[in-house]
């Protein structure tokens, strides 16, 4: 759905273009709202036909998948991730990176990656959590959000500042 502002960058922009997103902003009491801008992504890999089996027993941690369910969405492209976004571009953005403040894929860290073609897509749609629930009920996939444990115990406790224990050593000094 394209108003008067996607139209125009479209012509100025031209071969950078790629797609747009374009809405109203509706007003109440309560404040202002954009409508819906959210969308479904996903991220899959490719993989020769031999290596298919070995990978995914490696890597799956969709408990309740078997290995003749995880099925290509074309060719050797097999899906690794469905997610949704109510920004999209920003949740998508956040699981290639290592966050302790939220959950993510942590592509980042996911060595076994590193040497292969790794591919997503996105796009706008409404209904995101059902749409979401339908790209995984068609081409189910293996990875799971994970979470950075907080490190407990090792932060080393600054010492003491020496004008502290002057202060308390002199006032042990006058109660008695």
């Known amino acids: 759905m394209d108003n008067a502002i996607t139209l125009l960058m479209k012509r100025l922009i031209k071969d950078d273009y790629l797609d747009c997103l374009a809405g109203t902003i509706t007003f109440s009491a309560h404040g202002c709202k954009l409508e819906e801008r959210g969308g479904v992504y996903g991220i899959a890999v490719e ?66 990656l590193n040497s292969r073609k790794v591919i997503y897509g996105a796009i706008l749609c409404k209904n995101i959590a059902k749409n979401e629930k339908l790209l995984r009920d068609n081409y189910p996939d293996i990875l799971k959000n994970k979470k950075l444990k907080k490190r407990r115990g090792l932060r080393m406790k600054s010492p003491p500042l020496p004008f502290i224990k002057v202060y308390k050593f002199r006032r042990n000094l006058m109660i008695r």
């Not at 036909?49 to 003749?68: A, I, P, Q, V």
């Not at 899906?79 to 998508?92: E, Q, V």
């Open 47 to 112: 993989l020769a036909d031999d290596e298919k089996k070995d990978f995914f027993e490696k890597h799956n941690r969709n408990s309740s998948l078997s290995f003749n369910e995880w099925k290509p969405i074309d060719g050797n492209i097999y899906p690794l991730y469905w997610g949704k976004d109510s920004n999209l571009g920003f949740r998508l953005y956040d699981h290639t990176k290592s966050r302790k403040s939220t959950a993510t894929l942590q592509l980042n860290s996911r060595k076994y």
